[in-house]
């Protein structure tokens, strides 16, 4: 679905499922927005409107980044595409893989598919460059993601 901001910019085009997330967020703003003509408000306006739009608990579920999950669930890969590698709680017992990096990380927005190589495993070389061995054997043992699995769930 794409979602165009007061301007008629893309705001949101990217197919990540995760964006899902948000789709209450986006229809609460987009249904404040609706109706205004754009094109009759300066750029002034154009800034007012929005504001007035966008609600503080809007600001604060778009700064979070990510919806809150419960301290005993986490993400069942399927495909990989809609699942944080660092952020999601997505490896038994582990809410964040941060925790357990072992350099810094310039891209804490990679999937969870971006962790695979081109035949499909998980590419091990790269998740030894960050991670310690125990956390990459607990990631191995699991099977990887492919595009022919469902999508991520929470669960």
């Not at 301007?7 to 987009?30: L, P, S, Y």
């Not at 999950?69 to 399927?78: E, M, P, S």
């Not at 582990?94 to 350099?103: C, D, K, M």
């Not at 927005?109 to 081109?118: C, I, K, L, P």
Request: charge should be negative; charged fraction near 30%.
């Amino acid at each position: 679905m794409l979602w165009e901001d007061i301007w008629g910019r893309a705001m949101i085009n990217n197919n990540r499922k995760g964006k899902e997330n948000f789709k209450t967020v986006i229809d609460r703003v987009h249904s404040k927005l609706k109706g205004w003509k754009s094109n009759f408000l300066s750029l002034a306006g154009r800034i007012t409107l929005a504001q007035s739009a966008i609600s503080p608990s809007v600001n604060f579920e778009m700064q979070n980044g990510r919806p809150e999950y419960k301290r005993d669930t986490f993400c069942q890969i399927g495909d990989g595409l809609s699942t944080n590698f660092w952020r999601d709680p997505w490896v038994e017992d582990i809410n964040s893989l941060l925790e357990f990096a072992t350099q810094s990380i310039s891209d804490t927005e990679s999937a969870v598919w971006e962790w695979t190589n081109d035949k499909g495993k998980w590419d091990t070389s790269k998740l030894k460059e960050y991670l310690p061995e125990d956390i990459v054997a607990k990631i191995t043992a699991s099977p990887p993601p492919s595009l022919y699995q469902d999508e991520d769930k929470i669960g």
